[in-house]
């Protein structure tokens, strides 16, 4: 071979090596990454606008008003300060976007098959009334009732569910997804046990922290409920079931005067990021 040309591909092929040699190793790499990532994050995080930091502790609070009040004060502050129920389901949208799933949409997806086209539905605690909306976009005939603190869509009705108007058996399914949240949610437990029909259905989503699974079952049936099917979204939620039965009101009574709610259901508290 010409030396020249030998010569040449020698200088390419040191070239070559000392570029590797000199390149950063690719397990610092990643680090380095990370490093500039957490800076980042540190950067934007001191930049985040106040206004971001107030709506999400505005809703914190507001969640926390919830979970810590009885039904009749969180009412009034709701219907005394309207605004605040839109910040509040603001913040909640953002925090469903962190879930696995939301649990409304299991009962959503359930409640749209043939074999409800029929019963009469109570949603209670509904929120923005999301349930009603997709069931009537698929079936526009269903009768569904839906209930909230606070009102931000149309079909809403403003009610306190302790103190719902509607007959006593007048309701084939009731739900609560995620809405046992006031400290006398025993009475919301009472009131819809009042409006549903004898082996009406209820549907209740709760946050799995909350709650002892067999204990919160055995609360539900001293209310007249009995479980059909227990059900978790991984280990965020339970998803249940129960059949309602027309439970002893003296026995009732009793088992309401001497149970502390706080047994039962502790506050859903959201971290401050
Ligand atoms: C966490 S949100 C869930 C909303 C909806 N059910 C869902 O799953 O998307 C709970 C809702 O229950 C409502 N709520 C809580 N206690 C209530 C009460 N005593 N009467 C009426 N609504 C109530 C709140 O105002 C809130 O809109």
Not at 136 to 163: F, L, W
Not at 237 to 246: G, N, P
């Amino acid at each position: 071979m010409d030396k020249s040309v030998s010569e040449s591909i020698t200088d390419i092929m040191k070239r070559q090596v000392d570029a590797f040699k000199h390149a950063k190793k690719p397990t610092q790499k990643p680090h380095e990454e990370q490093k500039r990532a957490k800076k980042r994050k540190r950067t934007e995080k001191k930049l985040r606008p106040a206004e971001v930091e107030l709506k999400s502790s505005r809703f914190r609070w507001l969640n926390e008003l919830l979970y810590t009040s009885d039904s009749k004060s969180s009412f009034q502050y709701f219907k005394d300060n309207e605004g605040c129920f839109q910040d509040y389901h603001d913040g909640f949208k953002n925090q469903v976007k962190k879930w696995p799933k939301n649990p409304v949409d299991i009962f959503i997806t359930e409640l749209k098959k043939e074999k409800y086209s029929s019963k009469v539905i109570a949603d209670l605690g509904c929120g923005e009334g999301n349930l009603e909306l997709e069931i009537k976009k698929h079936d526009p005939n269903r009768e569904i009732y839906s209930y909230d603190i606070g009102k931000i869509n149309e079909h809403v009705i403003q009610a306190d569910i302790a103190h719902l108007p509607l007959e006593d058996n007048s309701v084939d399914i009731a739900i609560f997804s995620l809405s046992l949240m006031s400290t006398n949610f025993l009475d919301h437990l009472l009131e819809a046990n009042r409006i549903l029909k004898v082996d009406g259905l209820l549907f209740v989503a709760e946050v799995s922290s909350r709650l002892e699974i067999n204990k919160f079952v055995s609360l539900l049936h001293k209310f007249g409920f009995k479980k059909k099917k227990v059900g978790q979204i991984k280990t965020f939620f339970y998803v249940m079931t129960f059949q309602s039965f027309k439970a002893n009101k003296k026995k009732v009574k009793k088992v309401l005067k001497e149970t502390n709610p706080d047994d039962y259901l502790t506050p859903c508290k959201y971290k401050k990021r």
